[in-house]
């Protein structure tokens, strides 16, 4: 096998996500972020021998691994470069609606992560761009145009909102002040300047002190927290009556959306009171795990 067609992502939950969504072989299935593929296969296996599963994605690297990876499985897989903003337009047009399960694992996969022209990473050098592929918005947003752009009262809030980090107002001022002397356009850059504004014991050493701000500037560009609002009323119109939807979510911004968008949606069954969260020994193995939280709610 081709090395390119190999994925470094090691998906989180897929026992779990599995098990909740219950999928059987006569079964229609949407994984929303296809990713490395681990939890499409999943459900190709589960659903054997006629199960369907439309897998999504905004990085055409995803899809064409999966092309490769997924080929054995025939007109059983379908994949498509979309943005799961868009799922209920793209399952009606690739005849999914009225489907049986949709599943949505939020967290971004380690091959953008390793992909230095996205730029997601404050380890190394690449181009502040952070977006995930190019449908991840409407707009053609990068980093570099937020920080190089911005007003200082829109970073700051950006950064304080998005990033939930105690230190927005210092970090946006220090901004400011560098691309007055030059455009930042490296994300070694930025994060030399993050660096720059917050205390040299920065939460005691246990996150660098970039996280938070990287975490803000990618939520901003790919504009995940709108998309997935509209991700879950998406899977509400195309879910079959008994049909299940499984969200795995990483931080608290993303949690809180989704607990909120099932508790008032009049039309699901919340069968997770409380979010299920990864095992001790899945945590141990994948320590990137350990923040996950996964909901499940079912279609009247």
Request: proline content about 4%; glycine content about 8%.
């Amino acid at each position: 096998m081709n090395m390119d067609s190999v994925s470094l992502h090691q998906a989180v939950m897929t026992q779990e996500a599995i098990e909740a969504l219950k999928p059987t072989s006569r079964g229609s299935y949407v994984d929303c972020t296809l990713g490395g593929g681990t939890h499409s296969q999943s459900l190709l296996e589960a659903s054997a021998p006629d199960g369907r599963v439309l897998s999504m994605d905004v990085d055409p690297e995803a899809l064409r691994r999966a092309r490769e990876k997924f080929s054995s499985y025939g007109q059983r897989w379908v994949g498509v470069e979309g943005n799961f903003r868009h799922l209920e337009q793209i399952a009606r047009e690739s005849g999914w609606e009225n489907c049986q399960g949709v599943l949505l694992d939020l967290g971004f996969s380690s091959d953008e992560l390793a992909d230095r022209k996205k730029g997601l990473s404050f380890l190394t050098d690449g181009p502040l761009d952070m977006r995930f592929g190019p449908q991840s918005n409407d707009d053609g947003l990068t980093a570099a145009e937020i920080v190089n752009g911005w007003r200082r009262e829109e970073l700051e809030q950006m950064i304080r909102d998005y990033g939930e980090e105690r230190y927005a107002g210092k970090i946006a001022d220090k901004i400011l002040s560098a691309r007055k002397k030059a455009r930042i356009i490296g994300t070694l850059d930025l994060t030399a300047v993050i660096r720059s504004a917050v205390p040299k014991n920065y939460e005691r050493g246990r996150i660098h002190p970039a996280t938070r701000t990287f975490q803000a500037l990618r939520i901003a560009v790919n504009d995940e927290l709108g998309a997935l609002r509209e991700a879950i009323l998406g899977a509400r119109q195309i879910l079959a009556p008994g049909g299940r939807l499984a969200i795995i979510s990483f931080h608290s911004l993303e949690d809180r959306i989704v607990k909120l968008a099932l508790r008032e949606a009049d039309d699901l069954e919340i069968i997770t009171k409380k979010p299920l969260i990864p095992s001790a020994q899945e945590i141990a193995a994948n320590p990137r795990s350990r923040s996950a939280k996964l909901r499940v709610a079912k279609k009247f």
